[in-house]
């Protein structure tokens, strides 16, 4: 089992959906949470962490169930500019964090 | 500069060159990761240093990969005897225990 799993997508929604993806790791023991977002042929960047209470920002919301060891994005009224692909990652206090393997949004006109 | 800086941006070589890759980390980040991410799949982990600790090389695939960081700053990946199966991007990133920072990645052709 990897540590993290995504599912890859492709997610194809048209502009103004809300769309959400989830993300399951097998540590319990991690005290970390983020979503990074990588563009076509770019490296990835830090979206947002993700916290118990859970987190917004702007139409991005992020949730955490350390329970069933999930993390979610959920992102509402989509642009075309939110097209790429979005990492789970989760810092198993390890030292070094642990990166899914993306799930692609493709957001159409 | 102000962010993670990678070169070359990309470097074609023949099967069977070493090459060498450079990263230069953000002024006092501690921590420097390499990676490496084939066509359309996600980061592989290659090798993890914090400050003067022992590097972390478990996901070196194999010996023809090596990696230094001198004085706990710019560092160098090395790859000897290259083979097709290592071309993809290679990204270097910098940072604290929960955010890292890429830099732009070098592109490895091996034809």
């Known amino acids: 089992r990897k540590e993290v799993e995504q599912d890859p997508g492709p997610f194809n929604v048209p502009e103004g959906a809300t769309v959400a993806f989830n993300c399951t790791y097998s540590?319990?023991?991690?005290?970390?949470f983020f979503w990074y977002r990588q563009d076509c042929r770019k490296e990835p960047k830090l979206l947002m962490s993700v916290y118990s209470s859970g987190n917004e920002d702007g139409r991005f919301t992020a949730q955490l169930n350390r329970a069933s060891q999930y993390i979610s994005l959920l992102i509402r009224d989509s642009k075309l500019s939110d097209s790429a692909t979005y990492l789970c990652?989760?810092?198993?206090?390890?030292?070094?964090?642990?990166f899914g393997q993306g799930t692609t949004l493709q957001v159409k006109p | 500069g102000a962010g993670v800086s990678q070169s070359p941006s990309n470097k074609v070589t023949e099967k069977g060159k070493d090459v060498e890759l450079r990263c230069d980390p953000i002024s006092g980040h501690t921590a420097l990761y390499w990676y490496r991410q084939s066509l359309g799949q996600g980061l592989e982990f290659l090798i993890y240093f914090q400050g003067n600790s022992a590097p972390d090389k478990s996901g070196l695939p194999s010996d023809r990969f090596s990696a230094e960081r001198t004085g706990g700053s710019v560092s160098t990946l090395t790859i000897q005897r290259t083979q097709q199966e290592d071309s993809a991007v290679y990204l270097c990133a910098t940072g604290g225990r929960d955010t890292q920072y890429f830099g732009p990645g070098t592109r490895l052709t091996v034809l």
């Open positions: 540590n319990s023991a991690s005290q970390s």
């Open positions: 990652v989760v810092n198993p206090n390890t030292g070094k964090l642990i």
